[in-house]
């Protein structure tokens, strides 16, 4: 069993940054991946970016030089760093954990969410 608290989000104005951070605590066995997803209004769930086995990807080239993932292993973080934020980044984010990797087929722990809003 695995809990995920998410924080981080908010309001910011287009170009701004944000930095969201997830934990982890309650783990029975390690995590070997952890990642961020987000959902716009009307739009399905996609992967932003994912840290597995130490390896970080991002999942859509756009975001690539203004999103980046990073892990604090001791204290079982991972952060989300946004910059140059712009209106179409506005969604719920989701932390997410899982024993093997996070962006396969499923998941095995989501957090709530945090809500980023970027105004124009």
């Known amino acids: 069993q695995v809990q995920l608290v998410e924080s981080g989000g908010g309001l910011v104005q287009a170009g701004g940054s944000l930095r969201l951070s997830c934990t982890a605590s309650g783990s029975r066995f390690s995590i070997n991946g952890m990642g961020w997803y987000r959902q716009a209004p009307g739009k399905q769930r996609e992967l932003v970016a994912a840290i597995n086995r130490g390896v970080a990807t991002n999942s859509a080239d756009s975001l690539k030089g203004r999103f980046t993932i990073s892990r604090d292993n001791d204290k079982n973080t991972v952060y989300l760093q946004m910059n140059s934020l712009k209106p179409e980044d506005t969604a719920g984010y989701y932390c997410?954990?899982?024993?093997?990797?996070?962006?396969?087929?499923?998941?095995?722990?989501w957090g709530q969410g945090t809500q980023v809003t970027v105004s124009s």
């Open positions: 997410a954990a899982d024993r093997f990797k996070v962006g396969g087929s499923t998941n095995d722990c």
